[in-house]
């Protein structure tokens, strides 16, 4: 089985470098600070669709993509931490004989690097994420893609993550769906998008998986 696994929100908590970035990239625009709820919808869709949903024209949300990467890119990136307990379960899926791959609608680059960065990037066979340009950002996107280069067709894959756009990327393509509740998903987000399971602490995560590997083996 193919386990794609979401990044910000599922394995780590990258809260803090995001919004000290957007505020940044806000500040220098002139603009009126974000609430905490504006700051924490942008974690999950692409940087592009959250600035241009402010009312940003498209000239300006280049602008204000631009200034948020020139903070994130050397600094933001690193203020982050690996949710407790999800190094051991990444383990524990590997040993289950898991195939695990990152899909997130981060840039493929600082995914790489974070995973770098916590000693995570031993347990993917590889990242898919999106281009720097956002010609792949969307979360369907990039579960295609990710099953594309792993070879494997949708019902023999499973999407793993914090919000309505994995558990609706798995669906449209066939996959299985968990939703993890220690993210960044409203109340009642993950349901609403018909999430087939949710789990409310990493740990919960290889034995669910396991289950899915079972029937999908039987």
Known sequence: MLVLVDLDGTLTDPFVGIARSLNYAIDRLGMTPLTTAQLRGFIGPPLHDSFAALGLTGS??????????????????????VYDGIESSLIQLASDGARLVVATSKPTQFAERVLEHFGLDQYFEFVAGATMDGSRGHKTDVVRFA????????????????????????????????????????????????????????????????????????
């Not at 300006?60 to 931490?81: M, P």
């Not at 109340?187 to 740990?203: D, K, R």
């Open 147 to 218: 099953l594309a280069r792993a070879g494997c067709d949708g019902p023999a894959a499973v999407m793993v993550g914090d919000r309505a756009a994995d558990v609706i990327a798995a669906h449209a393509v066939g996959a299985g769906s968990v939703g993890v509740s220690w993210g960044f998903a409203e109340p009642g987000e993950l349901e609403a998008a018909g999430a087939q399971t949710i789990v409310t602490s990493p740990g919960d995560l290889p034995p669910v998986i396991r289950t899915a590997l079972a029937e999908l083996q039987a």
């Open 60 to 81: 300006q949300t280049d602008e204000a993509v631009r200034l948020y990467r020139e903070r994130y890119t050397d600094t933001g990136l690193f203020e982050n931490r």
